[in-house]
């Protein structure tokens, strides 16, 4: 069992554009140095806007080496020092990485999914009663007093069955849910790692001022 790629339609991207139009789209001449409380602390150079894609920087929070960074976030400072300055624009955010993007990971996460698949056919061929769809009981059927009528209808029921064990394969061959879950978990494991253990170093401060509020 295999999966084509998913199209992105013409109506999901002019969506997208129209959702951007409320930034504050500047050009380069158009840039200021916004106002704020350490901004005389600060040279009155404007950060430049990144006019191409050579330009813009690759988002680098997986390719900085540093776990102090990754765990608070470092690695946004020079875009914040930006935005301090002057108000974000499109261009100034990061390119994503060649990992983050849509069609490496969906070939990723297809490669473990078909691996996965034909795995469980091998099982599935060795023992097929254990990956089985289960079927609903069927309700038992009200005997006629016409005896034709009853031999009509089991010539319909063999006639079923018969049809039901040629796609006996096909059909209930089901893939359990926690294949795909565990695909997803393969695909995102460093994702889900990292988002656990930052999860786990907010706690405490979540817990306090839990506790603050109902002090």
Partial sequence: ????????????????????????????????????LLTPFFTK??????SSLDERKVNPQYRTTNPFSRLFYWWLTPLLAVGYKRTIQPNDL????DDDKIDVMYHRYITFYNAEVAKLKLRY?????????????????KKHQNPQSDDQ???????????????EDEDDFVIPVRTILFCLFKTFWAQYSLGTIQRLWELPTWVLEKVSVTL
Avoid: C, W
Avoid at 128 to 140: A, G, I, L
């Fill in 94 to 97: 990061y390119l994503l990485d």
């Fill in 125 to 141: 061929e060795q023992n097929p009663k254990k990956f089985r769809r289960k079927k609903k009981p069927k309700k038992p059927k």
């Fill in 153 to 167: 209808e089991k010539n319909e029921e063999d006639e079923e069955f018969q049809g039901e064990a040629e796609h």
């Fill in 45 to 50: 150079n404007v950060p430049p806007l990144p």
């Fill in 1 to 36: 069992m295999t999966f084509a790629p998913a199209s992105i339609s013409k109506n999901q991207i002019q969506s997208t554009e129209k959702s951007s139009d409320f930034l504050e789209k500047q050009t380069s001449e158009e840039l200021q140095i916004q106002k704020r």
